[in-house]
């Protein structure tokens, strides 16, 4: 099978983090809890705050990035560490206690039928609940990707996924850095690659501490940037066809 994990793979739980002081101690307590025999990266995206010591006080490496370049660029950092580091899996987890760890083990089954599992929130697992323009976004999103993949996705803006071997080789060398270039773009890269991306439902938990920083504006303007960035990444050429057009 394309994404077959087998039991010497080497796993990463990469958390990306941004002023999350108040909420990465616990959930890198909780990641390794669930997986104690995982590495765990903690990407510190420019904080402010102490992020980057209560993540290695409960136990995580750290890479402490000197500004913020969001998700897209601390998940690039993480794949890279990755691949230095011998590691052929790696695992996204939010930071802010939102993605449950105990749903690890079957994000890594998946990897068994596919290159990139995603936990999706919809899939009919849990009650989690999105209105309003970012609700639309995700549903004109997922029926685009739904199409280019072959299969249904239900939510293609989840942070919480598993990458297997070819789509950490992939992602360390090519993983989009810009607005939603970390959900959007990077499926499109993969299945443009020939990946192939799969979904299971999970349950995903209520931020532990801090505000969720949504509102109407900000949900309307997700919108627009989320359909900017579907476009842009279906018109860019694959990193294979420059490589080609540079021989």
Known sequence: MPGTVTPTDRVLIVL???????NVASVVAKVKAAMPEAG????????????SERARAAGAD???LVVNLGVGGAMRTGFRYALRNGYSVVVQVDADGQHDPDELA???????EA?????SRFAGKGDYKAGGPRRWAMVVLSVVLSRLAKTKLSDVTSGFKASGPRAVALFAD?????????????????????LVVKEIPVVMLERQSGTPSTSPVRSAVYLGRAGLAL?????????ADDRSDAA
Do not use: F
């Open 62 to 64: 750290v890479a402490r």
């Open 106 to 112: 079957a994000l890594l089954r998946g990897l068994d």
């Open 40 to 51: 765990v990266l903690v990407v510190d995206d420019g904080s402010t705050d102490d992020t």
């Open 174 to 194: 090519n993983y989009p850095a810009e607005y939603l270039g970390d959900t959007i773009e990077a499926l499109v890269l993969a299945l443009r690659g020939g």
């Open 115 to 119: 290159d990139i599992v995603i936990g």
């Open 16 to 22: 990306p983090a941004l002023n999350e002081s108040g």
């Open 231 to 239: 476009l842009l990444a279906l018109v860019r050429r694959a990193p």
